[in-house]
């Protein structure tokens, strides 16, 4: 069976400084690998994913992620925050192309100025 | 990218009744899930919603408590049944759509 693990469950940080949100997966299979924000009181919305190819993935507002397979994780990081960052963020896996998504706990990150 | 609509967006719902929740998808789609996000906890996949036969279930999650329609390609009606406050959760809807999976706005729904 596959699991995410995302180990902290809320992660502090001042505006402009650099971030790391951790996630870790179990599978015996090959993955898919996303990330999901969720901003406050809205619904969820695809931040990146990973299907094959480069291990490093961009999102449209200056996150990134990359696929490490040695040692099963998708961290998600950022060189400088706003604090429009301010959300809730899951990893999730899928084994195969139905995208039934498995997911992790959710990190909170939150931005103070 | 797929457009999803659910209704009720939220709803206060007494103990012992049921309330149906329903997905309307813009386009056809195969599959369809629904997943529970209980307070403060991540999501969790209920049931996948199959045309013409009936849904798959996910281990702890029932027919009983959550039956689930799936008339058409476009659409699929989730009902939470004999309500309890543990039911208290935000239900929602994901359709797979290219390389991804969209999800609806959610139902909040509050047991009382």
């Known amino acids: 069976a596959q699991s995410v693990t995302q180990l902290d469950s809320q992660v502090p940080v001042f505006e402009e400084a650099p971030v790391e949100l951790r996630c870790n997966y179990s599978?015996?299979?090959?993955?898919?690998l996303f990330w999901y924000v969720q901003y406050p009181n809205q619904g969820l919305q695809l931040l990146l994913k990973y299907l094959s190819g480069s291990t490093l993935v961009e999102s449209i507002n200056g996150f990134e992620a990359e696929f490490n397979k040695s040692q099963t994780s998708f961290h998600l990081r950022k060189p400088s925050v706003h604090i429009s960052d301010t959300a809730e963020y899951f990893c999730?896996?899928?084994?195969?192309?139905?995208?039934?998504?498995?997911f992790g706990s959710g990190t909170r990150l939150l931005v103070r100025p | 990218s797929a457009v999803i609509s659910q209704k009720p967006s939220r709803d206060i719902c007494q103990r012992g009744t049921s309330l149906t929740i329903q997905c309307q998808v813009d386009?056809?789609?195969?599959?369809m899930f629904w997943y529970r996000q209980q307070p403060g906890q991540s999501l969790t996949l209920i049931a996948t919603?199959?045309?013409?036969?009936?849904?798959?279930?996910e281990s702890g999650f029932v027919i009983d408590k959550f039956p689930i329609s799936r008339p058409n390609l476009t659409f699929s009606t989730l009902t939470v049944s004999n309500m309890s406050p543990e039911d208290s959760s935000i239900y929602l809807c994901?359709?797979?759509?290219?390389?991804?999976?969209?999800f609806g706005q959610g139902t909040r729904l509050t047991v009382v």
């Open positions: 386009s056809q789609v195969t599959m």
């Open positions: 599978s015996s299979v090959s993955v898919y």
């Open positions: 919603a199959n045309q013409g036969s009936e849904a798959t279930y």
């Open positions: 999730a896996v899928s084994t195969d192309s139905s995208y039934k998504l498995i």
């Open positions: 994901s359709v797979p759509q290219g390389t991804e999976a969209f």
